[in-house]
């Protein structure tokens, strides 16, 4: 059963940096688009950043350009994202995901709190 982990949330003043990892145990993710979303409180989850598998190729929202970047690591099997210059409104459960037609997999989510 495929699974995804993520890691490396927390809390973290404005203006600060955290990086999250996607990992997916015993499985190669270097096939794969891997997409991070997030959630807060009372909103809809929505899309932060994907990377392609095929040429690396990225796409970041609005909100996010510029202050994050996706990257992966196919010889860790890992997808990270770098997210500096933290906002209170980033403040989110972020996801990350991964489509195998004709399934979608998601993690478990891992809480990002920026706040003074």
């Known amino acids: 059963q495929l699974q995804l982990v993520e890691s490396g949330g927390g809390l973290v003043q404005p203006g600060g940096s955290l990086r999250l990892s996607c990992a997916a145990p015993g499985f190669n993710l270097d096939r794969y688009a891997i997409g991070w979303f997030r959630q807060a409180p009372g909103k809809e989850r929505e899309g932060v950043s994907c990377?392609?598998?095929?040429?690396?190729?990225?796409y970041y929202a609005d909100s996010v350009q510029g202050r994050f970047t996706i990257s992966r690591d196919n010889a860790k099997n890992t997808v990270y994202l770098q997210m500096n210059s933290l906002k209170p409104e980033d403040t989110a459960v972020y996801y990350c995901r991964m489509f195998i037609a004709p399934s979608v997999y998601w993690g478990q989510g891992t809480q990002v709190t920026v706040s003074s």
């Open positions: 990377i392609s598998f095929i040429d690396g190729h990225t």
